[in-house]
């Protein structure tokens, strides 16, 4: 099992940046790809960003792309979105996940999910 717990969520005007972390516990961090997904009010949960297990691969969303970057610190158990330039569009609740596979930007892939954070972006 992989447990994780999303923070750094909150209320930010448009055009304002936000980083997001997930922690994780549990099982080896290494060796997962990551991901993040969002899930806005009415709407699917959809792909945001996704990082290889080692790092080297990653991917975004077109919504995204250009304005958010993801990383991981394996010594720290630890995934990071950043997001800049934020516009109304991407208030959303911010899921993290985990996945067996080395890289996967499919939500159906994902084995571990974290509770969410909330981001807001006013306008």
């Known amino acids: 099992q992989v447990q994780l717990v999303e923070s750094g969520g909150g209320l930010v005007q448009a055009g304002g940046s936000l980083r997001l972390s997930c922690a994780a516990s549990?099982?080896?961090?290494?060796?997962?790809?990551m991901g993040w997904f969002r899930q806005a009010p009415g709407k699917e949960r959809e792909f945001v960003a996704a990082?290889?297990?080692?790092?080297?691969?990653?991917r975004f969303a077109d919504s995204v792309k250009g304005r958010s970057a993801i990383s991981r610190d394996d010594a720290k158990n630890t995934v990071y979105l950043q997001m800049n330039s934020l516009k109304p569009e991407d208030t959303a609740v911010y899921y993290c996940?985990?996945?067996?596979?080395?890289?996967?930007?499919?939500?159906?892939?994902?084995?571990?999910w974290g509770q969410g954070t909330q981001v807001t972006v006013s306008s």
């Open positions: 996940a985990a996945t067996r596979r080395s890289y996967s930007d499919l939500r159906a892939t994902y084995d571990y």
């Open positions: 549990g099982r080896t961090f290494s060796g997962y790809g």
């Open positions: 990082i290889s297990w080692n790092g080297g691969y990653t």
